[in-house]
Nanobody, 118 residues
Framework: QVQLVESGGGLVQSGGSLRLSCVGS????????MSWVRQAPGKGLEWVSS????????SYGESVAGRFTISRDNAKNTLYLQMDRLKPEDTAKYYC???????????RGQGTQVTVTS
């Protein structure tokens, strides 16, 4: 079955950086478009970024464009999200999932918490 394991979250000050990772298994990782989504406390899911299977195309939500970078290493079945110039409003639980510009979590891991202090 599909398994996704996110890691790399933590507590960081505003302006800092974090790199999230997501290891996928149970599906053909390199052929699968992947996304990061996040959910802040008391709010709905927000799509963050997506990348194609080959990693040649990607897209970002308006709130993170220019600050976050999505990438992948298909040899390691791993998806990444480099987050720079973090803001308190980036505080959320971050999930990786399958698909392009996903706004639901039919397939999800346990998520990784990112907390940005001002």
């Amino acid at each position: 079955q599909v398994q996704l394991v996110e890691s790399g979250g933590g507590l960081v000050q505003s302006g800092g950086s974090l790199r999230l990772s997501c290891v996928g298994s149970g599906f053909t990782f390199g052929n699968t478009r992947m996304s990061w989504v996040r959910q802040a406390p008391g709010k709905g899911l927000e799509w963050v970024s997506s990348i194609t299977g080959a990693g040649s195309s990607y897209s970002y939500g308006e709130s993170v464009a220019g600050r976050f970078t999505i990438s992948r290493d298909n040899a390691k079945n791993t998806l990444y999200l480099q987050m720079d110039r973090l803001k308190p409003e980036d505080t959320a639980k971050y999930y990786c999932t399958l698909g392009w510009k996903v706004t639901n979590l039919t397939v999800r891991g346990q998520g990784t918490q990112v907390t940005v202090t001002s």
